[in-house]
């Protein structure tokens, strides 16, 4: 685990954090661009991608149990290892600190649980938790931003004391 803030770590460790917070950040934004390019990342899109539709000349089906199960198991062992690592590191900062460090480092686990386990209640329940997947996706989003531009901009610009 890292003993120290990120401006006060060795120049190679540094440089391997960086890296792979831009690589991060990358992925990420790429599934945030498949998830537009998929349901244009509103209410009705997504619930047409869920639920299914009845267009002929582009149809899409109902997601099944076994795909809700595939994907809520995917992407929640992923998401978790990812806010894992980014919480550790930005841990390390000092850009920001009390209640609303603690809320970005521990949040998006709640958000990550209630996004990928609200797709099972927006096909069963009702499709208007599209909404609140809407909402906690966007949290967990931003937080991961935030999280990641902090951490880049003090491993960048902020030197040694």
Avoid: C
């Avoid at 208007?128 to 967990?140: P, V």
């Amino acid at each position: 685990m890292l003993d120290s803030r990120l401006p006060k770590l060795e120049k190679n460790l540094k440089s391997i954090i960086i890296s792979y917070l831009i690589v991060l950040g990358i992925g990420m934004t790429f599934g945030l661009s498949y998830v537009y390019l998929t349901s244009e990342m509103n209410p009705s899109g997504m619930m047409e991608r869920y639920l299914g539709n009845d267009d002929p000349w582009e149809p899409k089906i109902a997601k099944t149990l076994m795909d809700l199960v595939s994907h809520a198991h995917d992407h929640i062992t992923m998401f978790s290892i990812v806010f894992l690592s980014i919480s550790i590191i930005f841990n390390q900062t000092s850009t920001i600190n009390g209640f609303w460090k603690k809320f970005l480092l521990i949040e998006p686990f709640f958000s990550i649980v209630i996004t990928f386990t609200g797709f099972f209640a927006l096909r069963y329940i009702t499709p208007d938790f599209a909404y609140i997947i809407m909402l906690s996706s966007g949290i967990m989003y931003l937080s991961f931003y935030v999280m990641l531009f902090i951490s880049m901009y003090e491993l960048i610009f902020i030197k040694e004391n």
